[in-house]
Nanobody, 120 residues
Framework: QVQLQESGGGLVQTGGSLRLTCTAS????????MGWFRQAPGKGREGREW???????????FYADSVKGRFTISTDTAKNTTYLQMNSLKPEDTAVYYC??????????WGQGTQVTVSS
């Protein structure tokens, strides 16, 4: 069973940067697409917003329009780690950020989340 652990969240001023890290542990023969979601204050689990994804086979990346050009997702397969580099942060980026792993044969796997707060 694969488990995910996020780190790197914190408090930053508008215009600042943070890099989130997601480390995967456990063993699986399956290939996963890795992604990030976020849950803004006051929104429930159903309100989680998809942020970015990287294909586990060809490493193609995809972004929500709200973060395109500011966020970059990448992965280091040797370290079982996925990153989300966040630049030019805005107050509306404030949220709990969740790392996920998914494929076509298993339910999506979620990490515990890491808080990102952007002050104005």
């Amino acid at each position: 069973q694969v488990q995910l652990q996020e780190s790197g969240g914190g408090l930053v001023q508008t215009g600042g940067s943070l890099r989130l890290t997601c480390t995967a542990s456990g063993h699986s023969p399956n290939v996963y697409d890795m992604g990030w979601f976020r849950q803004a204050p006051g929104k429930g689990r159903e309100g989680r917003e998809w942020v970015a994804e990287i294909n586990g086979r060809n490493y193609e990346t995809f972004y929500a329009d709200s973060v395109k050009g500011r966020f970059t997702i990448s992965t280091d397969t040797a370290k079982n780690t996925t990153y989300l580099q966040m630049n030019s942060l805005k107050p509306e980026d404030t949220a709990v950020y969740y790392c996920t792993a998914h494929n076509n044969i298993e339910p999506r796997i979620w990490g515990q989340g890491t808080q990102v707060t952007v002050s104005s």
